[in-house]
């Protein structure tokens, strides 16, 4: 597919250098809005605006906006002021909005300046609701029925009204601008009465959100109760927008990308990891990887205030990076865990207590195991096997004690600092595993060598 | 939300125990299906035969589904036959495709007796494709329409048969029971001449998948281009059934929990973390533990080779945790970034040394930064302020010259691996963070004390 791309792109390139444009568009009208879009992200500045001038204008509304930032912006520079007004006119609300708030500010105020009024006031009305929020992703193109209408009445409506709206799958009731109802289509389809009232017909057990709810939240609702939309209203309860499913699953691929960035220690990230150039990457590592180095100054003061016992026992400093990483890799799986059932909305705090429970007696059964097969190991492998006679049966004894304790105190860290985290309004998955890791690295060297002093000397 | 929950859950039950069940009735039948099915698997197994029994048949079989296993197992072990043939008619093949696949032997089989012979071989048509599969989610319900059609008659047929479809908004267009073209409701809903032929609206350029597709495929087309439904098709393209955009939500969710969970060090769980004994979750973690911390053999070959180094300059084990812990952290952040953009088809195996160039210019960067930070660190914090005169000019060098190499080594695995291990056919996400925390150990500690005998001795 990848390669079968590249083809067509080099074909299409050449084509345009030969001015051949009868044959390209036989191949464009052939292909779908979402390929097309990828293809001419590929395309150079140059052959670009001459292919996309070449698509029939319905063509060219549903291709713009699946196209990314860097190409609207070339394709946007080179329209002129109708071709833009015609491109603004077949888009909707949310997306006219995104266009304005991603651009730099000259090509936004040029697309603010063709816009007409009523989108341009669609678009800074959405563009008032904080980032994130349902607010800011709802387009305001939706059905609006009224609860006195028949449903013959209602399907001559939607036939008049339908083409221009993000969705006609589901449509509002209103009463005076307020929401009241809702009614799927699937219900006007196959209702056989075409005289019945749209008020028997409507349900008026509606979910809704208000404007400033966070997308997160948006799309647990669309997973719980199957939306294909869910309406937008204000403090009032009037009907401001609608958010369809389609957005909700870039929102969940979005959410679940930001957790796992936010959990391997970076900051997030808005651009993809293809169009992030090595300084961004750079930007988004270095605070997590500064301020963990720099909180293993602790680490360091452990091993020097034992650095006698150390130096009188050599052979423990070689389990120092078996212990850490045991301890890190125990604590990890627990905080990572605990973090996506939060994510999820499995886990409240008031679970706490039946979380560390659980994680307390899995900690038993693992560290009894890794206990025991390090016993073993140590005896066969590293003393018989290597025959490194040092690795005595007290020393080994320390080592399997410290196992064991170290993943108990790791899986309680685990679990317990992701929950606090998000009691007091950070983001869980900050706690994740390197940050887990630091706090265990101390935690384990403490418990090692208190267990090394006592048995050994 | 979750506390009502609580309170709804004791209120139903006390009312439960008194047997005032048209106050219930009452209650249920102003709560959404979702909501029910969550309350339903609190209750305890004596309440919830009785209370699902209050519900009208419809609602019935919606909330039945919904609810989870155990919930499911519950009412199904106290229905008589006539009770589980009617919901078994009111579900969804896939929905009863997986109660069969879930349930234990006796129950699927008595589930099986009482499906009518068309349920049952659907059921049993489903189970035989490979798991994760688009055979094993889809269901066979859909609406199919011919191509000689006019939309008045199409939506006179959408009518008789649209109800006990899973969606009327895509329909299909088949000759001979071949997949030929996609109608979308819209354009029925939207289109003013009613006698013009299905053949003139409908896309002939149809999305589809064959049974044997991955799911996650299936979940990459669905964001790709936006769709309410997919058709699956078999070798010889005959529409089999289709998948809907409810169903890849919980795919994308389970896709992105299942990274996750790997990409931590453990086997992937099919159940929910709640629904997880701590065995279980045993299970699931000692793997990935065992292994690595048998593989730690060769970090504590490394430090009991340089023994003699270490015990003739011990202020160098202090800084071994800070070392592989920046390694470590390094390494996981390139490995999680470049696992996310495989699984989100952003990245292909062509595309290595794009990536490679990235990430060791990123880590150019890092690693001065880091350096250059852990210098002043150590000349400041440990040496003027802790007073550790063991920290010299030349030690600080050897710590920090490592730091730098060891962040590019660390990145530059981080990058690789988990490349080499989809192309070769194995889940990136096993080169997650515990696996390269192991590799980068390893090397990091052979770098510190290479660079170490070179300064120092």
Avoid at 135 to 149: A, D, I, Q, R, Y
Avoid at 223 to 245: C, H, M, S, W
Avoid at 291 to 303: C, D, K, Q
């Amino acid at each position: 597919m990848a390669q079968s791309k590249t083809i067509l792109q080099d074909t299409l390139r050449v084509l345009a250098e030969e001015k051949r444009y009868s044959t390209i568009k036989d191949i464009i009208l052939f292909m779908n809005p979402a390929d097309l879009a990828a293809l001419f992200d590929t395309l150079d500045e140059k052959t670009l605006p001459v292919l996309f001038r070449l698509l029939p204008r319905d063509l060219a509304g549903e291709v713009f906006p699946e196209t990314e930032r860097d190409t609207q912006e070339t394709l946007i520079r080179v329209f002129s002021d109708s071709e833009l007004k015609q491109i603004l006119e077949g888009l909707f609300t949310d997306d006219a909005a995104d266009l304005v708030e991603e651009m730099p500010a000259n090509v936004a105020s040029r697309i603010l300046s063709q816009a007409d009024n009523t989108l341009r006031s669609a678009i800074n009305q959405i563009l008032k609701y904080p980032e994130d929020s349902a607010g800011s992703v709802m387009t305001t193109e939706f059905v609006e029925l009224k609860e006195n209408m028949t449903v013959s009445q209602a399907l001559d409506h939607i036939r008049n009204v339908g083409l221009d709206k993000e969705t006609v799958y589901t449509c509002y009731v209103t009463r005076a601008g307020k929401l009241l109802a809702t009614v799927a289509a699937k219900d006007l389809l196959v209702e056989k009465d075409m005289n019945r009232k749209i008020s028997e017909i409507m349900d008026e057990n509606v979910i809704s959100v208000v404007t400033t709810t966070d997308r997160e939240e948006v799309a647990k609702l669309f997973q719980k109760y199957n939306l294909i939309a869910l309406p937008v209203v204000d403090a009032e309860n009037r009907l401001a927008g609608i958010i369809t499913f389609d957005d909700v699953m870039d929102v969940m691929e979005k959410e679940a990308t930001e957790d796992i960035t936010i959990m391997s220690g970076q900051t997030p990230y808005e651009k993809s990891y293809s169009n992030s150039s090595p300084f961004e990457l750079y930007l988004h590592r270095i605070p997590w990887l500064l301020i963990l180095m720099v909180s293993a100054t602790f680490t360091g003061l452990i091993i020097t205030s034992f650095e006698q016992a150390l130096a009188a026992q050599v052979v423990l400093t070689a389990f120092i990076p078996m212990l850490m990483d045991t301890g890190g890799n125990s604590g990890s799986q627990s905080s990572v865990t605990v973090i996506r059932a939060i994510s999820l909305g499995e886990i409240e705090f008031r679970d706490l207590p039946r979380v560390m429970g659980k994680e307390l007696l899995t900690a038993v059964f693992c560290g009894l195991s890794l206990g025991a097969v390090c016993f073993a190991k140590l005896m066969l492998i590293d003393r018989l096997i290597l025959g490194n006679l040092a690795v005595t049966i007290p020393v080994a004894m320390a080592v399997c004690l410290t196992i064991m304790i170290t993943v108990l105190v790791a899986k309680t860290v685990g679990c317990t600092l992701p929950v606090f985290a998000w009691k007091l309004g950070f983001d869980p998955a900050v706690m994740a595993s390197p940050f887990i890791t630091t706090v265990v690295d101390a935690l384990s060297l403490l418990i090692y060598f208190t267990i090394a002093s006592l048995i050994l000397f």
